[in-house]
């Protein structure tokens, strides 16, 4: 049971856009930064989004980051065949519980 | 550039212990602001965070695995180790070591290794 919520899956047509969310609280997403990765399968994550809605140099700007209160959200635009993926959201979580790094359950996309 | 590799054994015996060995290169882990972190997939499941380590020796854990992790440096080898005690069939995954900071506002990992599968079995 993570900590973060994702949905388990989503799924778009080549072309279109597609939006991922991620629902945490105030001791994790409500005061922390959020980054997203993306895994392709058979491979190691990748930073994809962090600081909320900052790409890292090579990620392409049909991929963008937004951050609301205790959730945020991964969007893709102009969806490709190679975006077929799962991407996982992560922060930090203040808690007692928790005083670490956290991540969110996955959320495997399909590109229809 | 930035390169990180995990190392350790593939198959481990319940109860054992496990010892894992992150190698990387590009960048130092006596430099602030750098921490080098351990993250864990079992099987088609999702990532789980364990534990990070900071250029200051600075260490936080996993609550839920705090008694069985151990995070260590050795800066002069560039290396960090992970040790997880009383291993269980379900620690099964793929551990992956990744590069990130102790700054508040950037704990994110921006590069990972390629990962390294550890099967509990006896």
């Known amino acids: 049971q993570s900590v973060l919520t994702q949905p388990p899956s989503v799924s778009a047509a080549p072309g279109q856009k597609v939006t991922i969310s991620c629902s945490g609280s105030s001791f994790n997403i409500g005061n922390n930064y959020v980054s997203w990765y993306q895994q392709l399968p058979g491979t190691a994550p990748k930073l994809l989004i962090y600081?909320?809605?900052r790409r890292p140099s090579g990620i392409p700007d049909r991929f963008s980051g937004s951050k609301s209160g205790t959730s945020a959200t991964l969007g893709i635009t102009g969806l490709q065949t190679g975006d077929e993926a799962d991407y996982y959201c992560g922060t930090w979580d203040n808690s007692l519980s928790a005083g670490g790094g956290v991540f969110g359950g996955g959320t495997k996309l399909t590109v229809l | 550039q930035i390169t990180l590799k995990e190392s350790g054994p593939t198959l481990v015996k319940p109860t054992q212990t496990l010892t894992l060995t992150c190698t990387f290169s590009g960048f130092s882990l006596s430099a602030s602001p750098v921490g080098v972190g351990w993250i864990r997939q079992p099987p088609g499941k999702a990532l789980e965070w364990l534990a990070v380590?900071?250029?200051?020796?600075?260490?936080r854990y996993s609550p839920s695995l705090k008694s069985r992790l151990t995070i260590t440096k050795d800066t002069s080898r560039n290396q960090v180790v992970l040790t997880m005690t009383k291993m269980d069939p379900v620690d099964t995954a793929t551990y992956y070591c990744?590069?990130?900071?102790?700054?508040?506002?950037?704990?994110?990992?921006?590069?990972w290794g390629q990962g390294t599968l550890v099967i509990v079995s006896s």
């Open positions: 380590i900071y250029w200051d020796d600075d260490k």
């Open positions: 600081e909320n809605n």
């Open positions: 990744a590069h990130t900071y102790s700054d508040s506002w950037r704990r994110h990992f921006d590069n």
